[in-house]
């Protein structure tokens, strides 16, 4: 193939405009795209050679959520591009901005082997941008913008016959100009500044909304004024840095966290779509009287908001801190003159919710919120060991300078519940959105990607894993610091417990078991078989020997123990 071309083609124009606007392009290639990878390999682009296309999505999205950045998936025409359909899906239920530069059929007409992908792409609502050699580098340019404006994978098509057609500056496309975020009223803030004063038990409950809008520190402010409890989504956990966190809202919770996210009487909610895995079966708000939400949607996004608020994150927490400011001079004044002597934090203390602090009334919330595994048998019936051990002795033992990359399973829930997670970009969860599982190892490639000074920690099940195996190869080849734990328990865990309970035929739901390890070791990875806890050893001297290369840990768990989140009620 020759990439030594001086002047542009429209290929040519589309890698170069994806290698200034992403830091990474995640790709497998073929006939549709084989000019634009060339281009991008040729010239020392940071192109990562994935192993199945729908890892290239999946990797993009993770680098997003880890870097905060677009990157860019490209793959070929036809079975290439159908291939990435689930993860695209993915990225649009989760409002990923990232772009796939995928080859499509010639301009001219299908042939017999081409399928509409412009139909596909609509099925899953997300925009197709056609790039033609008129005005290739504006198309494409245009494509990134469109990503990030409207948060969504945006697929950026190469007609086949085009690809390698002189590229011009004929057609010019505008700019997407990002509208300003909407900002609250003083009304709406002094409003919502009252409703947190009456407040006994205030809770902030805040979401990705607040993590992309940079607002933990000021909501974190606010709640310190309020003393307030924080909580948040799975993808904002850690935004505010407060030890009074009590964790993730929703079936991720801790025992302690969720009674007392559902003790609060009055909801800030800022960023979060308050969606049905936060809700958890509508439980979230049960000792709530008010629930204020604040975000960019047009109208509130939850049956239960008594009061909605459309303002970006930010200048609704600076704007809130303010009006509280201001009372609290008020209040302020007022107690000086009746004991001017009184220390600051005796005046702070005054300014308090009416029943004193939540946080006086309930210290613990600052503590330790994990269930008390006390007793728990190391083994279980069957003699493998039990999840929530594994999860609990894994957080002691892997790097604390480390990103989790789960896949889908019921798994999923035990490192949220037993892990520390410090920041929002601490986990990278892809999958939930359209609850998909398979894309785990391709996410961790992304998330190595991105974040090369952490460890990455890919969690998954035994069947996402064996499903997402192709990637599993990249990340062996990719992560410079990886752990692969592997939940390992025969079966789909999830299906068995929520379907075999109920009497439907296990066939379906048991799997041969199969030994990860062998598979890391084969691939080029450290691997090693756990089946009693002590073992778990080896991850601490994987990291005390500096964290290098992959070790893949193949933890034999039990299929009896079932998660939370499939069972809470
Ligand atoms: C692509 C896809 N296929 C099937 C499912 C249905 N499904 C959800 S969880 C699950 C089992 C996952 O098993 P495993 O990865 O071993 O994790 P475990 O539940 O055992 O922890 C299945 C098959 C799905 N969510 N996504």
Request: glycine content about 12%; hydrophobic content about 45%; proline content about 6%.
């Amino acid at each position: 193939m020759t990439t030594t071309r001086t002047s542009p083609t429209l290929s040519t124009a589309v890698a170069e405009v994806a290698a200034e606007r992403s830091g990474a392009v995640f790709g497998v290639m073929g006939n549709g795209n084989a000019y634009v990878v060339g281009h991008l390999t040729a010239t020392g682009a940071p192109y990562v050679r994935m192993r199945h296309e729908a890892g290239t999505v999946a990797a993009a999205h993770a680098h997003h959520l880890a870097a905060g950045t677009i990157a860019t998936a490209t793959t070929t025409y036809g079975a290439g591009f159908t291939n990435t359909l689930t993860a695209l899906a993915e990225a649009r239920l989760a409002r990923v901005p990232l772009v796939l530069a995928a080859g499509e059929g010639p301009s001219a007409g299908p042939r017999s082997w081409d399928v509409d992908q412009e139909a596909l792409a609509a099925g899953l609502d997300v925009p197709v941008v056609r790039v033609h050699p008129d005005g290739a580098a504006a198309t494409a340019h245009y494509a990134y913008d469109l990503a990030a404006w409207d948060r969504t994978p945006v697929v950026l098509s190469v007609p086949v016959d085009l690809a390698t057609a002189p590229a011009t500056d004929a057609r010019g496309v505008p700019p997407v100009t990002q509208p300003a975020p909407p900002g609250p009223t003083d009304d709406q803030v002094a409003a919502v500044a009252a409703v947190l004063r009456g407040a006994e038990r205030p809770l902030l409950l805040l979401g990705r909304g607040a993590h992309l809008a940079g607002a933990g520190e000021l909501l974190r402010q606010v709640g310190d004024r309020l003393g307030a409890l924080f909580a948040t989504s799975v993808m904002a956990a850690g935004v505010t840095g407060s030890p009074w966190d009590v964790g993730i809202a929703g079936g991720f919770s801790t025992p302690g966290g969720w009674e007392l996210v559902t003790a609060a009487d009055v909801v800030l909610a800022v960023g979060i779509g308050l969606n049905g895995f936060q809700d958890h079966r509508g439980r979230l708000f049960a000792g709530a009287r008010e629930v204020v939400q604040v975000d960019l949607a047009p109208v509130a996004t939850h049956g239960q908001v008594t009061r909605y608020v459309r303002a970006d994150a930010a200048a609704f927490a600076s704007a809130l801190l303010t009006a509280l400011d201001a009372d609290d001079a008020v209040t302020l004044t007022l107690t000086h003159t009746l004991t001017p002597h009184a220390p600051r934090a005796e005046l702070s203390r005054a300014t308090d919710s009416p029943g004193g602090s939540w946080r006086a009334r309930a210290p613990h919330a600052a503590g330790d919120l994990r269930a008390d595994l006390t007793g728990v048998p190391e083994h279980a019936a069957d003699g493998r060991l039990d999840p929530r051990l594994v999860a609990r002795r894994l957080d002691e033992l892997l790097p604390p300078d480390r990103v989790l990359v789960p896949d889908g399973g019921q798994f999923l829930g035990w490192l949220p519940q037993h892990a520390r997670i410090t920041e929002p970009t601490g986990l990278v969860l892809v999958g939930t959105a359209y609850q998909t599982i398979g894309l785990g190892s391709a996410a961790a490639v992304g998330a190595a990607r991105a974040r090369p000074d952490r460890t990455t920690v890919l969690v998954m099940g035994d069947g996402g894993g064996t499903m997402g195996l192709a990637d599993l190869v990249t990340f062996v080849t990719e992560a410079r610091s990886g752990v692969v734990v592997v939940f390992n328990d025969a079966a789909y865990g999830a299906e068995l417990h929520q379907h075999g309970v109920a009497g439907v035929d296990q066939g379906g739901m048991l799997l041969e078991e199969v030994n990860f390890a062998a598979l890391g070791q084969a691939l080029g990875a450290g691997g090693r078989r756990v089946t009693r806890l002590a073992e778990l050893d080896v991850v601490g001297e994987w990291a005390r020997d500096g964290a290098r290369g992959v070790l893949v840990v193949d933890v034999a768990v039990t299929r009896t123990v079932a998660a939370d989140f499939l069972q809470r009620h």
